[in-house]
């Protein structure tokens, strides 16, 4: 990352999002969000709480109906070539993996590349190597139809990474997925924040998926009705079980002590003495 690199990839302000129709749906209803380079982001909520909204304006796939929104630097509302810009800042991963049918692994991951005109080469070279890295060099020739959901869900994030983009939009990625290849998935995307600085924003309805993250953003009827760190927020659910039945058996009457994810995982008897 160079010394100019702007210190937030997603910084929204007042985002708002209506849908005209017989009545008007405030999908997005003045949203304020930063998020850092490097950090890992869960969106969660009920159905009908703007996290695709969102994603969606974060990925200049929608437009706002107001407020100001930046990708990278970047005031979305002055973008004259989206696709382009979408090309070359932000990589996308869906719930389906979208990979094209009649290309290989290694074809598919090139498509990205294609857009913003990587010669053939660079685009076969960098193609292998991201599978590669990802396990999956030795199925690069194989059709979508010939890999498991898994290796299918790891070439869409190959793919979402060939132009090396500063910002990576996930939207249920782990939901067609069992246990072991969505943990599979989610501990890639561990690995691109904490070791290669890449944001990861993520929508799910899976807990457990949104804890594997640093810090899970909670909207509720089109706004933000939390917004924690997830050691922060796996101690406040801890705190909300101790005076069940169950929470004084394993804790006592004590609250859990501190505010970090390694004491609160600790077995009762260590943690509590």
């Known amino acids: 990352m160079s010394d100019d690199a702007p210190p937030w990839v997603v910084e929204a302000v007042g985002l708002t999002r209506v849908f ?22 869960a969106i969660m909520g009920p159905s009908g709480s703007g996290k695709s909204t969102l994603l969606h304006l974060v990925g200049a796939l929608d437009r706002p109906t107001d407020g100001v929104i930046r990708v990278d630097g970047q005031d979305l509302a002055e973008v004259d070539d989206l696709d382009r810009f979408r090309a070359r800042s932000i990589g996308f ?22 857009g913003i005109g990587a010669p053939a080469a660079t685009r076969r070279t960098r193609s292998l190597e991201l ?42 990625p782990t939901g067609n997925l069992d246990s072991t290849s969505g943990g599979e998935v989610v501990k890639r995307f561990q690995s691109l924040a904490h070791e290669h600085g890449k944001t990861i ?22 706004r933000i009705d939390q917004d924690e760190q997830v050691d922060e927020a796996y101690v406040n659910q801890l705190n909300a079980l101790r005076p069940t039945p169950l929470g004084r058996l394993l804790f006592g009457e004590r609250p859990v002590a501190g505010s970090s994810l390694a004491d609160a995982s600790q077995p009762p008897a260590q943690r509590l003495g």
């Not at 599978?131 to 190959?158: I, K, M, T, Y």
Request: avoid cysteine; proline fraction near 6%; charged fraction near 20%.
């Open 93 to 114: 991963i869906f719930q389906m993996h979208n990979l094209l049918p009649t290309l290989t692994a290694a074809e598919n991951v090139a498509v990205p590349m294609q």
């Open 20 to 41: 005209p129709d017989a009545v008007a749906v405030r999908a997005l209803d003045g949203v304020d969000v930063r998020i850092a380079r490097g950090e890992f982001v």
């Open 131 to 172: 599978l590669d890295s990802l396990g999956l060099g030795h199925l690069a020739h194989r059709l979508p139809n010939q890999l498991s959901g898994g290796q299918r869900q790891r070439v869409a994030v190959a793919r979402a990474l060939a132009n090396d983009p500063a910002l990576i939009l996930a939207d249920e």
């Open 201 to 222: 924003v993520l929508v799910t309805h899976d807990p457990v998926v949104a804890l594997a993250a640093g810090r899970i953003i909670t909207l509720r009827d089109g």
